[in-house]
């Protein structure tokens, strides 16, 4: 199946852009970096939402080779994010990063988010990548957090994606949605379910968008040209998602 393109990215004439926008779980680049590299090219993002990015040895050095083997640069986190990484292309110009580690619950996995404030065009983005707790309550109360950074941006216009581990019907999902569009559920393009990439069961991975953002096409991009199914399932143990959004100019 060929899907019917996003539109591609550009910015306007009056200075809204439109971008493409990658969540994707590259589980420390363990698996075919070649065929992740085919896909997030593929994809053409102007920005990338990754969860566990390799964290430990020389995490520098495979986030740098991340990047360069996608045509991207390196925007944000790593492991002074705990997993969460952002990339970006060169038509992103950054005003601001900050990582940020969320408090860690003893026994339980440390978490982050990787969050920047870019200008692309005529626009102003605050950006976030999370990948939320395995544990219900833990990943409840780290998806109001993800809220209140956002908030505390100082942006209109904001895009969040990650791995919730969680589905649409599940407390955190709805918790995020409450608030923000869930990208896919706006604006269907595309696969739906994310995990695992062999015979995908669940919907997990998500991007979300501010109110005021268009959403103009939102899922996996099983069937884009460029992308196969043997790189999906090569490539990582989730599937990616892909959104085209429509960000108004800066006021």
């Known amino acids: 199946m060929v899907l019917t393109p996003l539109p591609d990215s550009r910015t306007e004439p009056d200075g809204s852009a ?10 420390s680049m ?16 102007d ?9 430990f040895f020389r995490w520098r050095k495979a986030a740098a080779r991340l990047a360069r083997s996608s045509d991207l640069v390196v925007l944000s986190g790593g492991a002074t994010a705990a997993g969460p990484l952002l990339l970006c292309s060169l038509r992103a110009a950054v005003e601001r990063t900050e990582d940020v580690l969320l408090p ?29 707790s395995l544990q219900r309550e833990e990943r409840l109360a780290q998806a109001g957090m993800v809220l209140e950074r956002l908030a505390a941006m100082g942006v209109e216009h904001a895009v969040a994606g990650g791995d919730l581990n969680d589905v649409p019907t599940g407390k ?7 608030h923000l569009q869930d990208c896919r559920a706006v604006a269907p393009w595309g696969g739906e379910l994310t995990f695992p990439p062999d015979e995908p069961r669940k919907r997990i991975d998500a991007v979300f968008a501010t109110p005021g953002i268009e959403v103009l096409g939102c899922g996996v991009p099983d069937g884009l040209p460029g992308v196969s199914g043997a790189d ?8 990616p998602v892909l959104a085209a959004l429509r960000v108004p100019a800066t006021r």
């Open 104 to 132: 860690l619950t003893p026994g339980l996995h440390r978490r982050g988010l990787a969050t920047a404030v870019v200008r692309i065009g005529g626009v102003r983005l605050g950006v976030l990548s999370c990948h939320l």
């Open 172 to 178: 955190a999902f709805r918790q995020l949605a409450g």
């Open 30 to 45: 363990y698996d075919d970096t070649a065929a992740l590299a085919r896909v997030i090219r593929a994809c053409a993002p």
């Open 18 to 27: 439109v971008i493409r926008v990658l969540s994707y779980n590259v589980r």
């Open 232 to 239: 999906l399932r090569a490539a990582t143990d989730h599937l």
């Open 47 to 55: 920005l990338v939402l990754v969860q566990e990015a390799p964290r």
